[in-house]
T-cell receptor
Framework: SAVISQKPSRDICQRGTSLTIQCQVDSQVTMMFWYRQQPGQSLTLIATANQGSEATYESGFVIDKFPISRPNLTFSTLTVSNMSPEDSSIYLC???????????FGSGTRLTVV | AQSVSQHNHHVILSEAASLELGCNYSYGGTVNLFWYVQYPGQHLQLLLKYFSGDPLVKGIKGFEAEFIKSKFSFNLRKPSVQWSDTAEYFCAVKGVTGGGNKLTFGTGTQLKVEL
């Protein structure tokens, strides 16, 4: 299965600023996703990163707050914009080949907004 | 829309005890089912997955899960737990037909195994 490198692994940011998280997969994958895992909670899907087109966002998440890029089949970025303390969370990248394949997860980015 | 329910939020067991974690899903079409584990301080790892065929699936570290379609369930089992199994366990479902190929996770079960 694919191996995912995600960076940064952690960051402490000032409110009102933005952070871009990078996700690099070691092989071409069909599907890439971004999740959020808030402290003590499960994973919530933010969006599906579509190669060459706009991401598909889940209910409660918008492009202005979480712009996503996916320029090719191995790389994606998630930006957390205009951050507030409520954005403090772990952000995870996931990748897979679609139906009948499992999904691999990156090690996550632990974001703290102060 | 797909959803997953995990009934046990916190489970405490002694070493060598048997484990069964409940998972029920809601989805009207074909699904793939997964169990992931997150050890303290580590990232999510795939324990096992069901796509089709034999409903009894064996995964890593002695874990297994049984897909019961009539009950929309995919319970995780292990006959004898070890202290090293202390972790959080997540059940996840992927709707294959019309589900957008996205994983939906349950709320997780925190397992603590005591010596």
């Amino acid at each position: 299965s694919a191996v995912i490198s995600q960076k940064p692994s952690r960051d402490i940011c000032q409110r009102g600023t933005s952070l871009t998280i990078q996700c690099q997969v070691d092989s071409q994958v069909t599907m890439m996703f971004w999740y959020r895992q808030q402290p003590g909670q499960s994973l919530t899907l933010i969006a599906t990163a579509n190669q060459g087109s706009e991401a598909t966002y889940e209910s409660g998440f918008v492009i202005d707050k979480f712009p996503i890029s996916r320029p090719n089949l191995t790389f994606s970025t998630l930006t957390v914009s205009n951050m507030s303390p409520e954005d403090s969370s772990i952000y995870l990248c996931s990748a897979g080949q679609g139906p009948n394949y499992g999904y691999t997860f990156g090690s996550g980015t632990r974001l703290t907004v102060v | 829309a797909q959803s997953v329910s995990q009934h046990n939020h916190h489970v405490i067991l002694s070493e060598a005890a048997s484990l069964e974690l409940g998972c029920n899903y809601s989805y009207g079409g074909t699904v793939n089912l997964f169990w992931y584990v997150q050890y303290p301080g580590q990232h999510l790892q795939l324990l096992l997955k069901y796509f089709s065929g034999d409903p009894l699936v064996k995964g890593i570290k002695g874990f297994e899960a049984e897909f019961i379609k009539s009950k929309f369930s995919f319970n995780l089992r292990k006959p004898s737990v070890q202290w090293s199994d202390t972790a959080e366990y997540f059940c996840a479902v992927k709707g294959v037909t019309g589900g957008g190929n996205k994983l939906t996770f349950g709320t997780g079960t925190q397992l603590k195994v005591e010596l």
